[in-house]
């Protein structure tokens, strides 16, 4: 029995492999876990290091076995004995692509992450963090695909039939770089406009924009698309490159600051002093108010009532809703209460039975005015009227 173990060491060359391998895998696993935690407890007091090792765990613990498998094949002599051992060292090339693959994009949702909490959204002035969620979100997006996209490439690289495709394909530069340019043109556009979007910025996470005639926040922009959080509970998913060809209102550019309108019509009687007063009062009582814009003005006349605007500011789009809803409420209170007769109405005339007004028997007779001509030749008259003395 004890000599069965180094004879079949001795005859085996299958036997040689497999044992090297186990050793190696075990060896692996141990020294994984021993830098692990070694790296663990250097990293304390770096969020970032700390959130590395944590996102890169699973991926890591193929990573080290896959390697420690790929040395034993390619360094044992009797990898060259045994035919399945190619094919077995493809595959693990190709797994290694994949797991390289997904450790890339571990490590960049791990600095996504990262910076996900170093700059929260949940405050009162977030404009510096959206502009940099923004930035990292759009460019970690982009990473990933693109490491997705090579990692793919690359393990297709490692057929030789591919390989063949690929220097044909090459020979063939022109018409198959026409084809494959407008086969993949909306993806490339996509990755391009999300740079672009990172970069220049034109949208960050939450800001307030309006597109196609929607409100909305904006939830989510991932590599492709951007999800924008309508008011009403519903999402509305636009592609990135729409940002970049068409126009659209960001309220959160610069300043989540806002001035809303709230308009009126009453008739000319209102007193506007005492509307004025009021308007002051809701809005400092109004918690919704930020103390930088108060105003009433009249800003337009009919023949039956004149249209009142009231501009009213908040720190942000949903409290000045909620504000342009209160000074609305509160002036048509006011107005109901003190003014009623001040509220828009229709004028008319009652007639008689003959169709002539009512009071009309008691109206004083009025003759039409004499008719008038304009001294002007252009307006079609020769000149002055002759007077009555002066005729015959």
Same mark, same amino acid.
């Given at each position: ?7 079949? /060491? ?15 895998? &075990?060896?692996?696993?141990? $020294? ?5 935690? #070694? ?7 770096? =969020? ?17 076995? #896959? ?13 060259? $004995? ?26 960049? *949702? ?11 959204? @949940? ?28 990692? #793919? ?10 390989? *063949? ?6 020979? %063939? ?17 996509? &990755? ?9 910025? =034109? ?8 597109? +196609? ?6 939830? +989510? ?9 309508? /008011?009403? !509970?519903?999402?509305?998913?636009? =592609? ?16 989540? *600051? ?19 007063? !009021? ?8 918690? !919704?108010? @930020? ?8 800003? @337009?006349?009919? !023949? ?27 002036? &048509? ?12 109405? /229709?004028?008319? +005339? ?21 008719? *008038?001509? %304009? ?9 002055? %009227? ?7």
């Amino acid at each position: 029995m004890t000599d069965f173990l180094p004879d079949l /060491w001795t005859r085996s060359a299958a036997f040689r492999l497999g044992a090297s391998a186990a050793v190696a895998l &075990l060896l692996a696993i141990a $020294l994984h876990r021993a830098i692990r935690a #070694l790296l663990w407890r250097l990293s304390a007091g770096h =969020p970032m290091a700390r959130d590395m090792l944590r996102y890169a765990r699973a991926p890591m613990g193929w990573l080290v076995p #896959l390697v420690a498998l790929a040395v034993v094949l390619h360094a044992r002599p009797e990898s060259a $004995l045994l035919a399945p051992v190619s094919l077995l060292s493809h595959v693990l090339v190709v797994a290694l692509i994949g797991v390289a693959s997904w450790l890339g994009v571990r490590c960049v *949702q791990a600095a996504e992450a990262f910076f996900a909490r170093r700059f929260p959204l @949940d405050m009162a002035d977030n404009l510096r963090a959206r502009r940099v969620l923004t930035q990292v979100r759009v460019l970690g997006r982009t990473a990933s695909v693109l490491i997705v996209l090579l990692g #793919l490439a690359a393990a297709l690289m490692t057929l030789p039939q591919v390989r *063949q495709i690929g220097a044909s394909l090459l020979a %063939s530069a022109g018409l198959a770089g026409l084809a494959l340019g407008l086969a993949a043109k909306p993806v490339l556009s996509n &990755l391009i406009a999300g740079v672009q979007i990172a970069l220049t910025q =034109p949208i960050r996470l939450d800001d307030v924009v309006i597109i +196609e005639e929607e409100w909305g926040r904006i939830e +989510e922009i991932t590599g492709t698309y951007v999800v924008v959080h309508i /008011w009403d !509970e519903r999402r509305l998913v636009v =592609p990135l490159n729409w940002f970049i060809e068409h126009p659209f209102q960001n309220w959160t550019r610069a300043s989540a *600051q806002i001035v809303g309108t709230v308009f009126l019509w009453l008739d000319y009687g209102v007193p506007m002093a005492a509307l004025r007063e !009021e308007l002051t009062r809701l809005c400092r009582e109004a918690p !919704e108010w @930020d103390g930088r814009v108060c105003l009433l003005q009249v800003t @337009d006349a009919s !023949e039956r009532a004149m249209q009142l605007r009231a501009l009213v500011s908040s720190a942000d789009s949903g409290r000045n809703w909620d504000l342009r809803c209160r000074v609305r409420e509160g002036l &048509l209170a006011f107005v109901q209460a003190n003014f009623p007769q001040a509220l828009p109405r /229709w004028r008319g +005339e009652c007639l008689g039975p003959a169709g002539t007004p009512a009071d009309a028997a008691h109206r004083p007779v009025r003759h039409p005015p004499p008719p *008038q001509r %304009s001294p002007h030749p252009e307006d079609g008259a020769a000149g002055p %009227s002759p007077a009555p003395d002066d005729a015959g």
